[in-house]
């Protein structure tokens, strides 16, 4: 007996509500941007300069006394948080030191590293610093230009090619569900405060790839589907083509899913934040190429006689309303 | 019916074949490294007993390509530079003023006396006596223009010279500028790549970024500071006639001098000639030595127009001072006691036999031309890396597993032919990744996972419509058939937007993103390749076998 996560024939209506499934990823969308802009994101050294100093130890991390032996070197905003992991061995204690980018200074300074880490040695005379790393302001501001310059280039370049490949109102649906994705996405990462550094960007454009993976296959079949019953209505062939392929956005969620839980709870804490991102991207990236993608579609109409004939069928009625 | 022909099969394995071999070396990685290291190491001279028996760990007729461990895997020091390229202009500003009072000392009758005048860095100005003179001054000092060797500033002189009042102001060109810009960045890669060199570490990333930025990469360094330490220096030797000693950092240093500190001796200030009779350029060795007292020094010696330079200048001035300045510090300032013809010296200062090397390696190299600002620096110890990497390691082999018997569980005999193909696909994107050299980053590793994930997705795709063909019951023949057709335009529908998005990330990013748009974009066209050829040749060799009168997917 075969492993089934869908039953064969499902004929769930998912248009009955659209405008409420509409509504509410509106609803969430805004909410998302609220907590963006009332919040904001903790952005990583990438973006805002500073430096990120990761130390262990054999000794527990005591926050208080790592903080008390920095306070003395004066040096701004300084967040000290101790990093826990699954994959940590007994004898090791691990923290995240971030200090700030230092006024007036575009270059890091060696001396700055050096007298933390020398503070630091005399609280804990085990302590090893396993990373170090700096980035002066000048370059996280470019940094932070260049990747949101990549997402838009990747959203326009998917705009055009699938307006290239179906027609204008798909396109728009499309980047209407990434949009969607991508603000959920960064609506998350400002809520719980999650790191906010580069590879989340790379986090970001992947789910942008996978859930318009997604959305072309719901798509695809839309577009055989308009060819097939010329003359259903809007809405019963969208729920058609997305009951047909109910199955296969399951198992490719889940397999991906699968994989990358593995990831999240074994692949250390290095890129949980960046293994987080892409779980919730799967998830917000599946529910919005039915729910975003497919009610955009219904709510822009499309154009229904297809005057190509369809290569695929070899169907010979397919010129028959052009 | 289900056809393939005879040579896209062999095609198809053949493909395989070659991907497994070129991956085959990554399943070894210590002996091969070894191996590869000894090899380098022999060619290099070092061919020890060692060596040979380390080249003899990995046979000489298999690949030996290996898939570079990002920083972030293996640990070691990542710097970003920016090459402050207004430093050449002073100093080109600098060496001008001599060349135009000589063009005009001949002509004194017309300008009278010349006075170089205070004046911005990267301008010269010339104070003349007699006004009336000067379209004869600027005549004179046009003439010392020199057209620019470039390709873009066609009839374009490195300098322009034009007249304020009895003022003559010289100061370069845009496109000289352009011109230096260039050559001064070109150069500091150079000059930060042979210092690399010199320490000898292990496949280091020294790469040019944009106009004015050298992205420096090091495994295996302890530090950022480190690196910083061996490439940080300018090294800028100069050897300047000195007017003064004092004690005083801000008394006036008269025009075309300036005032140094002292790298011994705290509190001792010496105002120098700013134009320097020799520079470090002319250099042609440097070597650790001792000097006659046992101290750490370095012997230097130039070659021929520097020798000459050298030689003139120590026989006109016996009995003067004159200094020997390091990044614009002065190492030592002796007397000159004679007349140095052969080109050769030695500096001494208060070194260590370490700095001594140091220095010398820094002079030997050659200095960087311009001074370096860091933008960004990151240390990753290799405990870190190696943590990644075994973390890495675990998380691919429990999603590959849960994937693989995910998709047997789902499609039985399909889902095995489906994990034929993803075994291959991961195989492939090895052998791809050794064989382009890429290196693979800690989300490198996470895009070759989220692959594992995807990559059964077009397997998903075919399957999923072949039970729908099968239920319009054409035969399993036709459903297969069928289901690989139909199912084609939404997989590489759904591929092509993915890998514009991997080329997007490719291109806009840098280090670990790039290095996880590569293993995506890699491990879409591995999987587009499995899941269209590989799962549907091996389809097609079962079918062709037991010819099945119902299938079930």
Redesign the interface.
């Known amino acids: 007996m075969?492993?089934?996560?869908v039953k064969?024939g499902t004929n769930f209506d998912f248009f009955k509500r659209w405008k409420l499934w509409l509504g509410i990823s509106g609803l969430m969308m805004v909410v998302a941007f609220a907590s963006f802009m009332i919040q904001g994101l903790n952005f990583g050294i990438d973006f805002r300069g500073g430096t990120t100093i990761?130390t262990?130890s054999a000794q527990p991390v005591d926050i208080g006394v790592y903080r008390d032996a920095i306070a003395v070197l004066e040096l701004g905003d300084v967040s000290i948080t101790e990093v826990f992991d699954p994959?940590f061995g007994p004898e090791q204690n691990v923290a995240m030191i971030r200090i700030q980018a230092q006024e007036g200074q575009?270059?890091?300074t060696?001396e700055i590293?050096?007298s933390v880490e020398s503070a630091l040695k005399t609280v804990r005379p085990d302590i090893?610093?396993?990373?170090?790393?700096?980035?002066?302001p000048?370059?996280s501001g470019e940094l932070i230009q260049?990747?949101a310059?990549?997402v838009v280039?990747?959203i326009g370049?998917?705009l055009i090619?699938?307006w290239l490949?179906f027609e204008w109102q798909f396109a728009l649906g499309a980047v209407l569900a990434l949009v969607h994705d991508v603000i959920l996405t960064i609506g998350v990462f400002s809520e719980l405060q999650i790191r906010f550094d580069?590879?989340i960007?790379?986090a970001l454009?992947?789910i942008?790839?996978?859930s318009?993976?997604?959305t072309?296959?719901v798509f695809?079949?839309v577009r055989?589907n308009l060819r097939k019953y010329k003359k259903r209505p809007l809405n019963e062939v969208l729920n058609i083509s997305i009951n047909?392929?109910l199955?296969?956005t399951f198992?490719?969620s889940?397999?991906?899913?699968?994989?990358?839980i593995?990831?999240f709870?074994?692949?250390?804490d290095?890129?949980r934040g960046?293994?987080f991102a892409?779980i919730w991207g799967v998830i917000v990236g599946t529910y919005s190429s039915i729910f975003v993608a497919s009610a955009a579609l219904l709510y822009l109409g499309v154009k229904r006689d297809w005057s190509k004939p369809d290569a695929?069928a070899g169907n010979q009625y397919a010129n028959i309303d052009a | 019916m289900l056809q393939i022909d005879l040579w896209k099969r062999i095609l198809i394995w053949l493909t395989c074949a070659v991907g497994l071999w070129l991956a085959m070396p990554n399943a070894f990685y210590t002996n091969v490294e070894r191996h590869n290291d000894a090899i380098q190491a022999i060619e290099l001279g070092a061919d020890t007993p060692e060596n040979q028996a380390d080249r003899g760990l990995w046979p000489e007729w298999l690949p030996s390509g290996l898939v570079n461990l990002g920083l972030d895997l293996r640990g070691g020091a990542h710097l970003l530079a920016e090459v402050q390229v207004e430093d050449v202009y002073a100093a080109r500003m600098d060496a001008a003023w001599p060349e135009i009072r000589d063009a005009l000392r001949p002509e004194r009758a017309t300008v009278g006396t010349i006075r170089l005048q205070p004046s911005a860095e990267d301008e010269v100005r010339v104070r003349i006596s007699q006004p009336e003179g000067m379209p004869r001054a600027l005549e004179i000092v046009r003439g010392l223009a020199r057209p620019v060797q470039t390709l873009t500033g066609v009839g374009a002189n490195d300098i322009n010279v034009r007249a304020e009042g009895d003022l003559i102001v010289v100061t370069l060109s845009e496109e000289e500028k352009l011109a230096t810009d260039e050559r001064t960045v070109q150069q500091s890669l150079e000059i930060i790549r042979r210092r690399i060199d010199e320490v000898g570490t292990r496949e280091p990333t020294i790469q040019r970024q944009g106009a004015q930025r050298i992205l420096i990469q090091v495994p295996g360094i302890g530090s950022a500071s480190e690196l910083k330490e061996i490439i940080g220096t300018t090294a800028q030797l100069t050897f300047n006639p000195v007017v003064t000693r004092g004690t005083d950092p801000e008394a006036a240093p008269g025009i075309g001098n300036k005032i140094v500190p002292s790298l011994d001796e705290a509190g001792v200030f010496y105002t120098i000639e700013a134009a320097p009779v020799v520079t470090g350029e002319e250099l042609v060795d440097a070597q650790p030595a001792f000097d006659q007292n046992g101290r750490p020094a370095v012997n230097f010696r130039f070659n021929t127009s520097g020798a000459r330079k050298f030689g003139d200048y120590t026989a006109e001035n016996i009995g003067s001072p004159f200094a020997i300045v390091l990044d614009d510090e002065v190492v030592s300032a002796p007397t000159i006691q004679s007349h140095i013809p052969g080109g050769s010296g030695i500096i001494t200062g208060q070194f260590t036999v370490e700095e001594s090397t140091n220095l010398a390696v820094l002079l030997r190299a050659g200095a960087l031309p311009a001074g370096l600002e860091f933008l960004e620096e990151r240390t990753i110890g290799p405990e870190l890396g190696q943590d990644s990497i075994d973390a890495g390691k675990i998380a691919t082999i429990v999603a590959f597993a849960a994937v693989l018997v995910f998709m047997f569980l789902s499609y039985g005999l399909f889902g095995l032919f489906a994990n034929v193909a993803l075994i291959i696909n991961i195989g492939l994107i090895f052998g791809l990744l050794s064989l382009i050299g890429a290196t693979l980053t800690l989300p490198g590793i996470a895009g070759i996972v989220l692959t594992v994930g995807m990559a059964v997705d077009a397997n998903v795709l075919i399957f999923e419509r072949i039970r729908e063909e099968l239920k319009t019951s054409k035969g399993p023949a036709r459903a297969i058939e069928l289901g690989y057709e139909k199912a084609l335009s939404a997989i590489l529908d759904a591929n092509i937007t993915t890998f514009i998005t991997a080329t997007i990330l490719f291109a806009m990013g840098s280090g670990p993103v790039r290095g996880f748009a590569i293993t995506l974009g890699l491990g879409i066209l591995t999987s587009v390749f499995t899941a269209i050829f590989v799962t549907r040749l091996l389809v097609v060799m079962w079918f062709e076998r037991r010819r099945p009168k119902t299938i079930e997917v």
């Open positions: 075969r492993l089934r996560l064969q990761r262990e994959t575009e270059a890091v060696p590293i050096a090893k610093f396993v990373s170090v790393e700096s980035v002066g000048k370059v260049t990747a310059i990549a280039l990747a370049a998917v090619y699938i490949r580069l590879a960007i790379a454009l992947t942008v790839g996978y318009l993976n997604d072309v296959v695809d079949r055989e047909e392929t199955s296969r198992m490719t889940v397999t991906t899913l699968l994989a990358l593995a990831l709870v074994l692949g250390g290095v890129i960046f293994v892409m695929n």
